[in-house]
């Protein structure tokens, strides 16, 4: 299931036609076009505007535009998000670290079920839900259809 999905995610990549390759050559010869490659130090990291200390970077796409979109959000430790839902389904996979998730009109500590590295995971439109880091930061790495947004549930 995790290779059909990262499958899935170059295919769609490709077939976006973004814009975002990098321009020059690999080894004396020239990248086609379409050919994407961002390596962690090319991530640009902006500030969740939200005040957890959460962190996105883009990696293809426009979450505020009617098109196919992928972001990595990196959490802190110790942080967590109350409930809220977003317009369109999401998929999520855990990049790094240990993410706890639930779903519901409240955060809820004591249903929040574990993910850990390399799980795969959605979040179904309209479904409010929640989630928490404990003792490490985590990645997670999110790919949806625009527009985006986040909705919240729990005041």
């Known amino acids: 299931m995790r290779m059909v999905f ?7 990549v490709a077939a976006s036609g973004e814009s975002s390759q990098r ?16 390596s962690p130090d090319q991530l640009t990291w902006t500030k969740n505007p939200d005040g ?8 293809f796409g426009d979450r505020s535009k009617p098109e196919l979109f992928g972001y990595a959000v990196r959490w ?10 977003h317009p369109e389904n999401r998929y999520v996979m855990v990049l790094s670290g240990t993410f706890y998730h639930g779903h519901g009109d409240k955060f809820d500590a004591g249903t929040l079920e574990q993910r850990s590295q390399g799980t795969f995971f959605t979040e179904p439109a309209g479904i409010a839900h929640f989630g928490a880091t404990k003792d490490q930061g985590t990645i997670l790495y999110f790919v949806g259809i ?10």
Do not use: M
């Open 6 to 12: 990262v499958g899935l995610v170059v295919v769609l």
């Open 23 to 38: 321009p020059g050559s690999a080894g004396g010869k020239s990248i086609p076009p379409g050919w994407v490659t961002i």
């Open 52 to 59: 957890t200390g959460r962190e996105n970077a883009t990696l």
């Open 76 to 85: 802190p430790a110790h942080t967590t998000a109350k409930a809220h839902s």
């Open 146 to 155: 625009g527009p985006d947004r986040t909705d919240p549930v729990e005041k």
